[in-house]
């Protein structure tokens, strides 16, 4: 099976991925040797003269879970945006790992890349079952022989138990995704984003609609996959945010730059964001 890096790069995968491995970032096709899986330097982003993203600069780490919040229009789903090939900077670079430029790259070359985004409203496949929704997003090479595709259907089968086991819809896969709750749509549509072995995880408002239990669950979820994947969430929840940032980096933008950036805690008591964002 062979990854899109960029053009004219390619990587083959092992037999090994075919398996669902949870205990290791996984880094292949990436150069992450100076640590960091993703790099913006001085991203800009002008629409009609109005600056969406100004300079920004970020770095996310290997296994890092960061969040991101801010106010209306501080340039978080610009930010996103860039991060995955929607959108193209006016000026700065943007790099997943060290040789890797997003910016010379397509939004489907960015997916295949290892770089799964998750939108802020679920998009799973209604008429078809949970199982039937993880089978349709997993990886696997399209032009693999059927003999050899059979050989591999129960390690397949193997990978999807456990995702189901994970998102928390284990006993759930003969259920229509339509009849899930706006939570499970929700942890299926990230477990539908595992089954594609993303290196890097943008989550938007993940808990946005959903219940006090249901965002509980999420936030468990989470913390879960810290340390097995990078993972970037954008939120307005503070109380989830606290939940999953932990001692990690939050970083706070506001008006297309990183105002500030540190733990919940230090960003809380600093007095910038509370008059732009969290108020007294």
Known sequence: MSEILQPGQHYESGEGDQGASYGRVRTEGVDTTHGAILYLEDITVSFDGFK???????????????????PNGAGKTT??????????????????????????????????AGIGRKFQRPTVFEQHTVFENLELAMKMNKRVKPTLFFKLLSEQKDKIDDILQLIRLNGQESRLAGLLSHGQKQWLEIGMLLMQEPQLLLLDEPVAGMSDAETARTAELLNELRGKHSIVVVEHDMAFVTEIARDGKVTVLHEGSVLAEGTMQQVQADERVIEVYLGR
């Open 79 to 112: 930010m996103m945006d860039v991060i995955t090939g929607k959108t193209r900077p006016t000026g700065g670079t943007a790099y997943f790992g060290q040789t890797i430029d997003l910016a010379r790259m397509t939004e489907y070359d960015i997916a295949h």
């Open 52 to 70: 969406a993203l100004n300079n920004l600069n970020l770095d996310i780490s290997v296994g890092e879970l960061r969040c991101i919040i801010g």
